[in-house]
DNA sequence: ATGCCTTATTTCATAAGA
């Protein structure tokens, strides 16, 4: 974070810039090479990962580049992360009331890990995928994204710039999927999973939309089969909810499109935010 | 053009992704 200083008196205050991404990697050891080019040529400050895919975390090379770094990882599925330039304390891995599968009991899976960086309080999450509406997944998915609604309850008490972004395997309305026809009856669409999302928001929480840089819809994710990402059938289901403070600071949010281009690239692209505060 | 699926693993077949 660099602090511009204006010079100006006392009552304008000083204002920080942080440029945050977030970005479904889909395996970290796959993707270190095309992440580490684009931590070079994208600069954010902080870089919230999802599916990484591994307990392994390569916090070497990153923080060679300079950034800090946070994993929560559990082997060969999920896995989450947080990279940091300007600080990262306070982590948690995992929330308080988390449910696990098959049984809410079940020990947690490696899906949400909470950092401070620099006066930023963030949560990089994963939310279970669903399947379909009848597997026992679709009801693992909504216990645990109401357990993550009540943990963000109490983190923006806490944390008044709060920041809660990833892969909600949820598109938020129809527009966020390139043909809603499609997805009838299918998970990711269904009003509940609409609602989860909607009782996130009413914490105060404030959907982010980020521009595409080409064409009208803000797709983050793409299927890697049947050349989906050419024809721009995708959908907007990596997202970026921010408390007022945050949200107010916003001053760009768009889709790097371009890395979703090239060799073996991730089935999801980042959002990168331009952030003052 | 950006180009027709990819990943990790119980590896030459499978489960999972969304």
Known sequence: MQIRCTGAPATAANVAHVRLATWNVNSIKARLPRLLDWLRTAAPDIVCLQETKTGEFPAEPVGELGYESAA??????????VLSRVGLTDVTLGFSGEPGFPDPSSPPEARAVGVTCDGLRLWSVYVPNGRTPLDPHYIYKLGWLAALRDAMAQEITLHPRLVLCGDFNVAPTDADVWDPAVFVGSTHVTLEEREALGQLRALGLHDVVPRPLKGPNPFTYWDYRAGMF?????????LVYASDAVAK???DAYIDRDARKGTAPSDHAPIVLDIDI
């Open 72 to 81: 929560h990882g559990d082997g060969r599925w999920n896995g989450v992360a």
């Open 230 to 238: 050419h024809k721009d059938m995708g959908m907007r289901i990596d």
């Open 249 to 251: 600071g916003t001053t």
